[in-house]
């Protein structure tokens, strides 16, 4: 049987093994997935140790993700700019490809949800790690634009700059947003976990503007109820990012894409949502 993991810490919480457990029934493949604490000094030899003991592959979580990206040998375009690794694979050869799936998961969520980004303006909330991980597969989509605004400004340019080559993309601060309706809003900052809100104009809000929050949880985070509360008709939560950059790590892994969408129904009632 094949041997997957995911490594974080704290990794209590992780819905990875029942999503990847899930995706194995699925598709008949005979593989185990376990959630392993790795100490937060520790997390080369833990997965070095995974390795050598004949692990196929493993996704990385909080706060591993950036020296995830130091041990791989080979990256991934996306993972290259994200700065950042959630999926490593062992390859035939014996080295070990990063990659980071979260921004495809994003594109496929919303692709799921039928909202399609090429010609649409797009406004990305925050600059850290997720928004970084974000960044090529939205360019991907073709955007007609992509602004990134952030509260630590530098940020947003930083990121801006980095991406520019793949598409119109610029940074600015909260100040700087047009109080005009744009089609996406995605918010990648972590405020929801806070119950806080980036300050953003109310204006960027039709009914029409897709409202999408990259954090999820028990009922609506702060940003999902914000958006309803603003009026628009298509608030979204991060759950079936969650569920999606999952399945684009197990496609990477065993060369089949599991479908998402029993899965998310299940941890939707799980999460007592429906
Ligand atoms: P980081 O710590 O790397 O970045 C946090 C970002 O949030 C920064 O841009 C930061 O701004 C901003 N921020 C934090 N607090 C506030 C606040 N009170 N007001 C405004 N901005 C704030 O975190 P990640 O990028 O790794 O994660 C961000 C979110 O994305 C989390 O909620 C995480 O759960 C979610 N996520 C969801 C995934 C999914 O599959 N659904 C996958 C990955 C992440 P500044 O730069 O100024 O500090």
């Known amino acids: ?11 209590g919480h992780s819905k990875s ?11 008949a493949q005979n593989i185990s997935y376990q959630a392993i604490l790795a100490p937060t000094d520790g997390f080369d030899s833990a997965v070095t140790e995974f390795f050598q003991q004949g692990g196929k592959g493993c996704n990385v979580t909080v706060p591993f993700k950036e020296e995830a990206y130091r ?12 700065g950042a690794v959630n999926t490593l694979k062992k390859l035939d050869d014996g080295g070990i490809l990063g990659d980071n799936t979260d921004g495809e998961g994003l594109v496929q969520d919303l692709l799921l949800h039928g909202v ?7 406004l990305l909330l925050g600059a850290g790690g997720a928004a970084r991980g974000a960044l090529l597969p939205l360019l991907d989509q073709n955007p007609a634009e992509l602004v990134i605004a952030n509260r630590t400004e530098s940020k947003a340019h930083q990121l801006a700059e980095l991406a520019k ?6 940074g600015c601060g909260y100040g700087e947003v047009k109080p005009e309706p744009v089609d996406i809003i995605i918010n990648s900052t972590s405020a929801s976990l806070s119950g806080d809100l980036p300050p953003i104009p109310a204006e960027v809000v039709s009914q029409d503007t897709v409202c999408y929050d990259m954090a999820y ?16 008709k298509y ?3 991060g759950l079936g990012m969650l569920v999606a950059q999952a399945a684009e790590s197990f496609a990477i892994w065993r060369g089949i894409k599991p479908g998402t969408k029993t899965v998310l129904g299940e941890l939707r009632r799980n999460l007592g949502q429906r």
Not at 71 to 82: E, G, N
């Open 235 to 237: 608030p979204l939560d």
């Open 71 to 82: 041990f791989a040998d080979q990256l991934s375009p996306r993972a290259k700019i994200a």
């Open 165 to 170: 080559a793949y598409g119109p993309v610029s």
């Open 217 to 232: 949880g028990q009922g609506d985070t702060a940003f999902v109820a914000w958006a309803k509360a603003q009026g628009s």
């Open 116 to 122: 399609r980004l090429q010609g649409k303006r797009v």
């Open 17 to 27: 093994p029942m999503i990847h457990t899930f995706f194995a029934r699925q598709t």
């Open 1 to 11: 049987m094949d041997q997957y993991a995911v490594f974080g810490n704290p990794i």
